[in-house]
């Protein structure tokens, strides 16, 4: 790659600042007359990072609203968690209509929902997994993540690992195979979002998904290439001091990392990512965690 794969970074604790300026440096959203399809984090209603904040989903909502959409959904399977008690306890059903958003409850549809992606060398039993038809059929989709550990099996939750929620609770069971990893990986082969937020204002350090060892970041990024975002979520989670699991493996060691840049979903290299800040607050932890991507 010649050209470098740009993450923003911003040093906020607002989350509704956050979104606005993430979104500056991502650009005018050109999503007039099209279908936008929304993946939040809705694995539990625990509070962020347990589960998307709802500052930022109501951020993203009102940004992609303006952005004069001829339709605009949001959708999620929580897990194990009843995925419709989820969105009543976070009150998501009355913030979607509050924004002119659809809300799909992926736990509730049926066969005609979802639609199967198959590839010869795919982890999954049968070489195939499903993911529903509404991320299919949109002509854009935007994800916001959490910033995490995880603590059965995923080592870390950003936005690589966001996919599983596009994918039935019960097909496979991704924590009892040696290949989770990989599969996390491989989900994203049926969707690329045009760009991901992650929120990493609040942070685990160790444990999560839904609660562990919380850490104030004051931080959220934004950018096109979900193995880029990830390789600076971990590059976050060094710097600050995590688990075994992190801090003793190389950012791209890690196998849901690996596994995606053979696949070709970004970049492939540390070399390959520019953080760019926009205030001298953003600019010093910038400087940080460049320097842990580059130790690397």
Known sequence: MNQKTRIYLVATEN???????????????????????????????????????????????????????????????????????VMRQKGIPELCARHGAGLVNFEALDDSGWVKFSRDDLHWPGGYFEYPKVVQDADVVVSTCCLKTHGFGGVFSMSLKLAVGLTPKDFPKLHNTPDMRRMIAEINLAYTPDFIVMDGIDIFTDGGPMDGKRAKAGVMFAGRDRVALDAVGLALLKHLGSNKAIMDTPIFEQEQMRRAAELGLGVTAPDQIDIVADDPKSEALAEKLRAVLKAE
């Open 15 to 85: 989350r509704s600042e956050g979104v606005t300026r993430c979104l500056s440096h991502i650009g005018p959203l050109d999503y007039a007359g099209k279908k936008v399809f929304l993946k939040p984090n809705f694995n539990t209603a625990d509070v962020c990072p347990g589960s998307t904040h709802n500052d930022t989903l109501e951020g993203l909502l009102k940004a992609l609203r303006a952005a004069n959409p001829l339709a605009l959904t949001v959708g999620d399977r929580s897990g194990p968690a009843d995925t419709a008690e």
